[in-house]
T-cell receptor, first 112, second 115 residues
Framework: GQQLNQSPQSMFIQEGEDVSMNCTSSSIFNTWLWYKQDPGEGPVLLIALYKAGELTSNGRLTAQFGITRKDSFLNISASIPSDVGIYFCAGQRETSGSRLTFGEGTQLTVNP | DTEVTQTPKHLVMGMTNKKSLKCEQHMGHRAMYWYKQKAKKPPELMFVYSYEKLSINESVPSRFSPECPNSSLLNLHLHALQPEDSALYLC??????????????FGPGTRLTVL
């Protein structure tokens, strides 16, 4: 099936540092979504992107829809301990209807 | 109300039991989804309902039976499950329109353990 390559798989950072993660694919996507999941909870939608080149912020989070429509990145600035969790990218292709393709996730650990 | 609620939070069942998972949303969304998620893996789509009609079944075994009684409720009926079906079961909902169709909002999940 279609895959999204999400990297890095895990990150260990100090509080206050900035974080960057990305997702790439060989296929074109119409929509990119970024979710955060805490242990034992469901994913929470952070940012939705709908246009190539679009740059969107949500507080300390910034995400971009790549110009080629094959990639997206998420940046977190000035990380805090509650940023800990697994971050998933998800993309939707024109031919996939309501199906989302998820990346494998980035496990973020923030040391106080 | 911007929440998707799921009950129960945890469920332990034997392989001969019949149980049901429930999901509810009051955001006016007309698409609802069931996902299965194993530890440290992304969610895997199982079923999609659009306007209360089953639109996608991702070749899920018949021991999982979805039901959408109305636009706010989604059930997943479980019967004769296997231990490998133990997972976090997530419900999600979304609008059905061109702009925000794919902004899927997830519930907290039901942690299912099959003994």
């Amino acid at each position: 099936g279609q895959q999204l390559n999400q990297s890095p798989q895990s990150m260990f950072i100090q509080e206050g540092e900035d974080v960057s993660m990305n997702c790439t694919s060989s296929s074109i996507f119409n929509t990119w979504l970024w979710y955060k999941q805490d242990p034992g909870e469901g994913p929470v939608l952070l940012i939705a992107l709908y246009k190539a080149g679009e740059l969107t912020s949500n507080g300390r989070l910034t995400a971009q829809f790549g110009i080629t429509r094959k990639d997206s990145f998420l940046n977190i600035s000035a990380s805090i301990p509650s940023d800990v969790g697994i971050y998933f990218c998800a993309g939707q292709r024109e031919t996939s209807g309501s199906r989302l393709t998820f990346g494998e996730g980035t496990q973020l650990t923030v040391n106080p | 109300d911007t929440e998707v609620t799921q009950t129960p939070k945890h469920l332990v069942m034997g392989m001969t039991n019949k149980k049901s998972l429930k999901c509810e949303q009051h955001m006016g969304h007309r698409a609802m989804y069931w996902y299965k998620q194993k530890a440290k893996k992304p969610p895997e789509l199982m079923f999609v309902y659009s306007y209360e009609k089953l639109s996608i079944n991702e070749s899920v075994p018949s021991r999982f039976s979805p039901e959408c009684p109305n636009s706010s409720l989604l059930n997943l009926h479980l019967h004769a499950l296997q231990p490998e079906d133990s997972a976090l079961y997530l419900c999600a909902s979304s609008q059905v329109n061109m702009v925000s169709y794919n902004e899927q909002f997830f519930g907290p999940g039901t942690r299912l353990t099959v003994l």
